[in-house]
């Protein structure tokens, strides 16, 4: 009726609840939230004005995974989220890779494993070309159990949580981070039966 406050805080938890989209009444109500868990929620859409507040700037990590989504509103940036450092998309509907969403400096850790779509088949396939050049501040990405093919990429050892295990038509080149994995500086989470090439003597694979 027009008389909601909103809300100032710094996490909340509104997981598995049935709510089928991001909630609008947030960016209604000018609501100040830090860190937002929307685990499970079966939300299939987020619309452009759910996230137009001034104070939706606020969030710096945000947890939608176990959703239905299969894109993301073209305002889902840097500028509506400019200080956003976590942000897990993984156990949703998405087929190819939200370049817009992540491109943003303060981001440290992206989640994007599990993609699958409707009637539960991989649906992402490609390799997020020069993310590692682009995003410096980039520390871990996860990107297991989805359908990456061949990657045609130098790896940046700056990324040195770097999931890609459960990939089972992979292809990949590890030789330019190979010196990191030895020393224990970089920690690739990979399945042993992965076409994986480069680093044979410091990975455990069955060929």
């Not at 500028?79 to 897990?88: E, V």
């Not at 190819?96 to 993609?115: D, G, M």
């Not at 490609?126 to 871990?140: C, E, K, M, V, Y």
Request: net charge negative; aromatic share 12%.
């Amino acid at each position: 009726g027009g008389t909601y406050r909103g809300l100032n805080c710094n996490t909340l938890n509104l997981s598995h609840n049935p709510l089928g989209h991001f909630p609008e009444e947030f960016a209604k109500s000018n609501s100040s939230i830090t860190y937002i868990i929307l685990q499970g929620c079966g939300i299939e859409t987020i619309s452009e004005d759910a996230l137009k507040s001034d104070k939706i700037r606020n969030m710096t990590t945000i947890d939608l995974s176990y959703n239905k989504l299969k894109s993301l509103p073209d305002n889902f940036n840097s500028n509506t989220f400019p200080y956003l450092s976590g942000l897990d998309l993984s156990y949703n509907r998405m087929s190819a890779f939200p370049y817009r969403a992540v491109n943003n400096q303060y981001l440290t850790v992206f989640i994007f494993r599990h993609q699958r779509d409707a009637e539960g088949k991989r649906c992402m396939r490609d390799w997020p070309t020069g993310i590692g050049a682009a995003l410096s501040g980039l520390r871990a990405l996860y990107l297991g159990s989805n359908d990456i093919r061949l990657v045609n990429d130098n790896l940046s050892f700056l990324i040195f949580n770097l999931d890609i295990s459960d990939n089972p038509n992979i292809s990949i080149d590890v030789s330019s981070i190979c010196p990191y994995i030895a020393s224990g500086y970089f920690n690739l989470i990979y399945s042993p039966d992965q076409d994986i090439r480069g680093c044979d003597d410091y990975l455990n694979l069955n060929k």
